[in-house]
């Protein structure tokens, strides 16, 4: 359930980081890292009650959770139904003198396509002001009628870290997508929220660092 993103640095980070040492871990007070604001829009999250938030205890993963992100093909359906997008920002408060990066995320949700339909889940990540941006796509293929979940790891030599000595906020650009079959008009499909959770959940796991 974890989805992948890949974040390139700046130049400053690109050379700070090696391509394969692992990360020193370091752990910032656990009281003092939340979500401070988040502001989105889009067709997957159109109304001010859309997205709900959740962070763990440990502070090292946070939860987006979605009620509205449903994208549906079918008889009676166009392209607004096809795609479904939510724009985020999410605004974390962390202590003084840390960075962080996106390690994994995860997605899930329920999928349901007739054979010949094909879809994916897509997210772009970066940090404000930032150039760089990491991306992780899911591509479904019909038929296939399940719960799932996406779990991916960011490389570790397209990490981006956020930048040091301001709390940067992180965007997400993330979409869900099906294609009509070409060969049968009457097949449909949705990607949906899953039967457990009732909502299609991103769990964004970080790590941390010193600056
Ligand atoms: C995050 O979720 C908590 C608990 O539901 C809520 O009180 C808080 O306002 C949410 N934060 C944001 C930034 O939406
Ligand atoms: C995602 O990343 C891949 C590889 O870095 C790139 O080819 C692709 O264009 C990116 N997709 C988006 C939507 O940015
Ligand atoms: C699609 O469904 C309609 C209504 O059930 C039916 O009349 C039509 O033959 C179907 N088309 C195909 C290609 O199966």
């Known amino acids: 359930m974890l989805v992948s993103l890949l974040a390139l640095g700046l130049a400053a980070f690109a050379s700070a980081v090696p391509t394969v040492e692992p990360f020193e871990r370091d752990n ?20 001010k009650d859309s997205v709900q938030n959740y962070t763990s205890a440990d502070k090292q993963t946070f939860t987006l959770m979605f009620d509205s992100f449903v994208a549906q093909v079918g008889p009676n359906t166009g392209p607004s139904d096809w795609r479904k997008f939510c724009q985020l920002l999410v605004e974390l408060h962390y202590p003084q003198g840390f960075q962080y990066s996106i390690a994994h995320t995860e997605f899930r949700g329920y999928i349901d396509i007739d054979p010949g339909i094909t879809g994916e889940q897509e997210a772009i990540f970066y940090f404000s002001g930032e150039s760089a941006q990491s991306n992780c796509s899911t591509f479904f293929t019909g038929p296939q009628n399940e719960d799932y979940s996406q779990t991916g790891n960011v490389p570790l030599v397209s990490v981006v870290w956020s930048p040091c000595g301001s709390e940067t906020a992180l965007n997400i650009e993330s979409s869900l997508a099906l294609h009509p079959a070409t060969s049968d008009p009457n097949a449909s499909g949705q990607i949906t929220t899953d039967s457990v959770d009732t909502r299609i959940q991103y769990i964004v796991g970080l790590q941390w660092k010193t600056c």
């Open 28 to 47: 910032p007070s656990l009281d003092d890292v939340y979500i401070k604001h988040i502001t989105y829009a889009g067709t997957g999250c159109p109304t």
